[in-house]
């Protein structure tokens, strides 16, 4: 195939917002070249010079080609139904941080759903505040869930990246993770990602620059982690991120690049630090994962980094291949212990993969989710993207970062 230019790219990704799906792969393929349109004005009307190329959007969490979407990537069934039923919006509710998204439903986040609504219903004493962090690489906002235990003592940090076409309020309710936050005594921050970043709220993982210490996104998050801890009385050493998907393969990024600032992650179906360069080789990497030049191994740490793994081995959005590659990065080439488990939980048969250094520590958990496809384990259904049955990924995670806390100095 040979390598294509920025029209084609663009004219690539035109394609795909205009639902032409079937002609940007063609494209992507090498089949066709974009070429421009034929000139429509006639010879007594003055040339007007070509116009630039629009911006690309870079989609990358798109279902890849298979046996029920057809030789074509197309959109995850939950976009494809809102992008369709956004002209039969008549009004929507912006109670999300950021840019909302036109073609988002409203949803509540309660125990007990009122259709409808979105209502926040908050235990007393609870807050959900909506706050802004601005450094050198940019300004996201974010949430900070406040549990209604908090009285001002010490308390760890749980950062949580959502996926593509997620906001935090939906990641919030899908994950349950505020009601572990009530539980356990911490605090639950979650970034919000503006269309203005990326079209469809995808964290830019397969940026380079996105992917490095000191810049793009990881110096954000990090510099926000940073200015928590200075608001709040956070335990520097208790500090945690995790996500889904493209906020999955976020959260390897910060393993990676801010180790001194996580002590831990956790990555939901999504990919290794360095898996991808460009959109082309993002969607390489989420259908077969860095078979290739292995980026992700020369971009991972230099010591293990202490990471929790989930993913569904009939995930057809990001290959379940791409979980093996989070732990062959985060064990950094240490010579660990493995032990084996499997069982059943909510109908759902699992394997766990536990691997430990010689004092008996667990490094890395790996669960493999059989039968299950691209969505959050044990998750809320008032949330997108949850598989309510399996294991319960939130308290699994904050079980395996309370048993990994690490001194946090570094700036960002």
């Known amino acids: 195939m040979k390598p294509l230019s920025q029209t084609d790219m663009a004219e690539a990704t035109r394609l795909t917002v205009e639902g032409r799906l079937d002609e940007a792969i063609a494209l992507l393929r090498g089949a066709i070249r974009a070429t421009a349109a034929p000139a429509t004005s006639s010879e007594a009307e003055p040339k007007r010079p070509p116009a630039p190329p629009p911006r690309a959007p870079e989609f990358?969490?798109?279902?890849?080609?298979?046996?029920?979407?057809?030789?074509?990537?197309t959109f995850p069934p939950r976009a494809q139904t809102e992008r369709g039923s956004k002209e039969?919006?008549?009004?929507?509710?912006?109670?999300d941080v950021g840019d909302q998204a036109d073609k988002e439903l409203p949803r509540t986040y309660s125990r007990t759903p009122r259709a409808g609504t979105r209502a926040l219903i908050l235990p007393e004493g609870a807050r959900f505040e909506q706050r802004a962090f601005t450094n050198h690489a940019g300004t996201r906002r974010y949430k900070l869930y406040i549990p209604s235990s908090f009285t001002g003592e010490t308390a760890p940090l749980v950062m949580m990246l959502h996926g593509c076409m997620q906001s935090p309020d939906d990641f919030a309710a899908g994950t349950r993770m505020n009601l572990l936050a009530e539980e356990f005594g911490f605090l639950v921050a979650y970034p919000a990602q503006p269309k203005s970043a990326n079209p469809s709220k995808c964290w830019n993982w397969f940026r380079p620059?996105?992917?490095?210490?000191?810049?793009?996104e990881p110096a954000l998050m990090a510099g926000m982690a940073q200015q928590i801890a200075t608001d709040f009385p956070i335990v520097r050493s208790q500090t945690y991120a995790a996500g889904l998907s493209a906020g999955g393969a976020a959260a390897a990024i910060l393993g990676a690049t801010y180790p001194d600032t996580f002590?831990?992650?956790?990555?939901?179906?999504?990919?290794?630090?360095?898996?991808?360069?460009?959109?082309p080789s993002a969607f390489r990497a989420m259908r077969q994962g860095?078979?290739?030049?292995?980026?992700?191994?020369?971009?991972?740490?230099?010591?293990?980094?202490?990471?929790?793994?989930?993913?569904?081995?009939?995930?057809?959005?990001?290959?379940?291949?791409?979980?093996?590659?989070?732990?062959?990065?985060?064990?950094?080439?240490?010579?660990?212990?493995?032990?084996?488990?499997?069982?059943?939980?909510?109908?759902?048969k699992y394997t766990c993969i536990v691997e430990?250094?010689?004092?008996?520590?667990?490094?890395?958990?790996?669960?493999?989710?059989?039968?299950?496809?691209?969505?959050?384990?044990?998750?809320?259904?008032?949330?997108?993207?949850?598989?309510?049955?399996?294991?319960?990924?939130?308290?699994?995670?904050?079980?395996?970062?309370?048993?990994?806390?690490?001194?946090?100095?570094?700036?960002?």
């Open 209 to 216: 620059g996105d992917q490095c210490r000191g810049q793009g």
């Open 263 to 279: 002590a831990a992650v956790g990555v939901h179906s999504g990919l290794a630090c360095g898996a991808a360069t460009d959109v």
């Open 356 to 412: 430990a250094d010689e004092a008996g520590r667990t490094i890395v958990e790996h669960w493999v989710l059989h039968g299950c496809g691209h969505a959050w384990s044990g998750g809320s259904a008032e949330g997108s993207y949850t598989e309510p049955r399996g294991p319960d990924a939130s308290r699994e995670m904050i079980r395996f970062f309370f048993q990994h806390p690490t001194p946090s100095t570094a700036e960002p």
């Open 88 to 95: 039969n919006q008549s009004s929507r509710t912006d109670n």
């Open 60 to 73: 990358v969490d798109l279902v890849p080609p298979s046996a029920a979407t057809g030789d074509c990537w």
């Open 290 to 348: 860095d078979s290739g030049a292995k980026a992700y191994q020369r971009a991972g740490p230099s010591q293990p980094i202490p990471t929790i793994v989930f993913h569904g081995d009939s995930d057809t959005t990001v290959s379940p291949v791409n979980g093996d590659h989070v732990i062959a990065q985060a064990k950094a080439n240490a010579d660990l212990k493995r032990s084996i488990r499997s069982g059943y939980c909510g109908g759902v």
